[in-house]
């Protein structure tokens, strides 16, 4: 199964693509966005969930960010600006090399938490 998608931000086919893929297989959707600079941006958002997967993100918020948190702090540098909460994740300036890991750990933390607690 793929985990996430790689593709730049001009790329809005492949990005609606991608969203309504993740919405019908209720997955993650976890993109990376490539930078000419070699550094990217690993997103995410809970737009692929229904109302129950919604409320096990909320319900779980404070385990969801503690993972964030470490996410971040394994693949991010100084200059990479990262943001999230139980509903989003954002990460710029994420070498290009990292950026696959952190959307594989991203999307298995979000997958794991809305499948084993709804």
């Not at 609606?16 to 550094?39: D, R």
């Not at 950026?99 to 991203?106: I, L, Q, R, T, Y």
Request: aromatic content about 8%; proline content about 3%; overall charge negative.
């Amino acid at each position: 199964m793929e985990k996430f998608a790689t593709m730049t931000r001009a790329n809005k086919p492949a990005q609606v693509g991608w969203e309504e893929h993740c919405l019908e297989k209720k997955i993650p959707c976890v993109i990376i966005f490539k930078h000419k600079n070699g550094l990217a941006e690993v997103s995410w958002n809970s737009g692929s969930y229904d109302e129950a997967g919604q409320d096990a993100l909320e319900r779980n918020q404070d385990e969801l960010l503690a993972d964030f948190k470490e996410i971040k702090r394994m693949y991010a540098d100084p200059k990479s600006v990262t943001k999230y909460n139980c509903c989003s994740f954002l990460a710029e300036n994420i070498h290009m090399d990292d950026a696959p890991k952190m959307a594989e750990e991203v999307f298995e933390t979000v997958n794991a938490m809305v499948r084993h607690r709804q």
